[in-house]
């Protein structure tokens, strides 16, 4: 019997819970089948891995389709800071366009 992808990115998290990378799979995975746990999983590598940069671009997403625009402004701000202290030019040019694009579509509300 194969194994899905959902149950490898499980068994990954499972045998290394302190990765980063395998939390960030497993929500990126999760926002196909389960909203809650993808929020779970964001949350926690928000607060447990907050030097995660790729975390940033997608949690914003993530939230910003449940409407919390205030956390979404947060993760944003915090991301492009980080991406900024770590000299990755790209990821604070993603984040901040983005962002400008959030804010826009915020303001058509």
């Known amino acids: 019997m194969e194994t899905s992808f959902l149950e490898k990115l499980l068994a990954f998290y499972k045998a290394e819970p302190d990765d980063p990378f395998n939390a960030y ?25 907050p030097d995660y940069l790729p975390t940033y671009y997608h949690a914003a997403q993530f939230f910003g389709d449940l409407a919390d625009a205030e956390l979404v402004r947060n993760i944003y701000t915090k991301g492009i800071e980080l991406a900024a202290i770590q000299q990755n030019t790209r990821a604070q040019q993603e984040l901040s366009r983005a962002f400008r694009t959030f804010e826009e579509e915020q303001m058509e509300w």
């Open 25 to 49: 799979a497993l929500a990126l995975e999760y926002q196909k089948y389960d909203s809650s746990k993808a929020s779970s999983l964001f949350e926690e590598l928000l607060h447990s891995h």
